[in-house]
């Protein structure tokens, strides 16, 4: 099982430092996970990611269900050994697909019939089989099957029958986990569903953190599906709020809504409310594009103003990328011949490197200052920092100062509401 171990806790905030454990070593939180979907982070190998002091990333169930499947990775003893990855592994359930796949599911209190995107096949995803799927995978954080529907339905009797057989179906997670002989080294996580409606988050928390004692740690899922952010950290503190103290809080693919917030201040946010762990596709997916991630806000290398720049990404970053002399102008370079496979496999490598490595600095930093007594200045400092030209998303103040932070204390920086440029990665400057 694993070991949680609460190391700190932030005076002001909700957010903490701990330790957990699991069978593949320690990991510590607050954490952001980088997501290899198909057992690979595009571009990098798993020697590369665990050199960035990365351990822990998250494989995707019903990708490896389908290709290479079950049967290949149980000869290979697993997705640890098959991808060659010797750090921490978490899997989704599946339970994501009900909304990206819509069109190819159909919801019973079965289970998710999904037809194959590849051969047109009827495949039954039942709770029981979700876990027997990652119990082959060897994950060592699995979640349970969960109902998912786009945050935005309007339908709430439908969110409701969700919400209700998420936690039907965790019962059944849970007794076939149990049965199996695999807690000792998987540990099975909930997820709270209930759509954007305050009642049904209630009961849902409620209901799940009876089943405490089947459950390593709980998750918020049904997020970040294009609601508003000040809706958003809304339900997340909420959540938070209810979930017991001695478990890990994962909220589930923060802050990617088509590419359209930057995920430092969802995440950071997030930490302040007392989120242990997250996940996104954003810094691997927006390097792709050739998008670097920086303290001062995302910049678009693809921009002709870089032709000429010959410093590194970030001159403060210990990233390979930027130490080794990779500079704008040459990533600039690269970017405008990348139909060269060699070339464009080079861009990707040296982005997604400094993009993990950024993304692992900013919880880095956070959990120093927790530890240190000083996360309100480091929230304070980020902040300014990213949005000091353009002013403060009105929901990143609004949600913390529900935690005891005035970003605008003693700031003459402004306040603004909904999206600009800012935020969209494919505008970065």
């Not at 027997?132 to 935005?152: K, Y």
């Not at 403060?316 to 040459?330: D, F, I, L, W």
Request: proline share 4%.
């Amino acid at each position: 099982m694993a070991h949680f171990e609460l190391l700190a806790r932030c005076p002001t905030t909700r957010a903490r430092v701990s330790r957990l454990t699991l069978a593949h070593g320690a990991t510590m939180l607050p954490t952001f996970m980088p997501v290899a979907t198909q057992a690979a982070i595009k571009g990098l190998t798993p020697q590369q990611v665990e050199s960035l002091g990365v351990t822990l990333i998250l494989n995707n169930t019903y990708h490896l269900n389908l290709r290479p499947g079950i049967k290949v990775l149980s000869e290979a003893g697993g997705a640890h050994k098959f991808q060659g990855w010797n750090k921490n592994l978490l899997t989704d359930s599946g339970g994501f697909q009900l909304v990206s796949l819509s069109k190819f599911t159909t919801i019973t209190e079965e289970g998710a019939l999904f037809e194959s995107p590849f051969t047109g096949e009827p495949t039954m995803l039942t709770p029981e089989e979700s876990i027997s799927i990652q119990h082959a995978i060897g994950a060592d954080i699995i979640m349970q099957l969960d109902d998912v529907v786009p945050s935005l339905t309007q339908d709430r009797a439908r969110v409701e029958e969700a919400m209700e057989r998420s936690v039907r179906w965790l019962d059944r997670c849970i007794t076939h986990h149990n049965l199996s002989g695999k807690r000792a080294t998987q540990n099975l996580f909930a997820i709270v569903q209930g759509g954007l409606d305050l009642e049904l988050r209630d009961r849902c928390v409620t209901q799940m953190v009876q089943r405490k004692n089947d459950v390593a740690g709980f998750a918020i899922g049904g997020l970040s599906g294009g609601e508003e952010k000040d809706v958003f950290w809304r339900i997340v503190k909420q959540c938070i709020d209810k979930l017991p103290e001695d478990r890990p809080r994962y909220c589930m693919g923060i802050g990617f809504a088509e590419g359209s917030y930057i995920i430092q201040s969802n995440l950071l946010v997030c930490v302040a409310l007392g989120v242990d762990m997250a996940d996104c596709v954003f810094p691997t997916r927006t390097a792709r594009f050739g998008v670097a991630l920086t303290h001062n806000g995302p910049i678009n290398l693809r921009l002709a103003k870089y032709a000429r720049d010959f410093e590194p990404i970030d001159s403060s970053c210990p990233c390979p990328t930027c130490v080794e002399g990779s500079s704008r102008a040459m990533l600039h370079h690269i970017i405008g011949r990348e139909t060269a496979a060699a070339q464009g496999r080079s861009l990707l490598v040296s982005v997604t490197i400094h993009n993990i490595v950024f993304q692992a600095r900013i919880m880095g930093g956070a959990r120093d200052a927790i530890m240190g007594g000083t996360f309100p200045t480091y929230l304070r400092q980020f902040f300014s920092n990213y949005f000091g030209d353009v002013g403060y998303p009105e929901w990143c103040v609004n949600a913390l100062r529900s935690v005891n932070v005035d970003l605008l204390e003693g700031s003459d920086i402004k306040v603004v509401s909904g999206k600009g440029a800012k935020w969209e990665y494919s505008t970065a400057a």
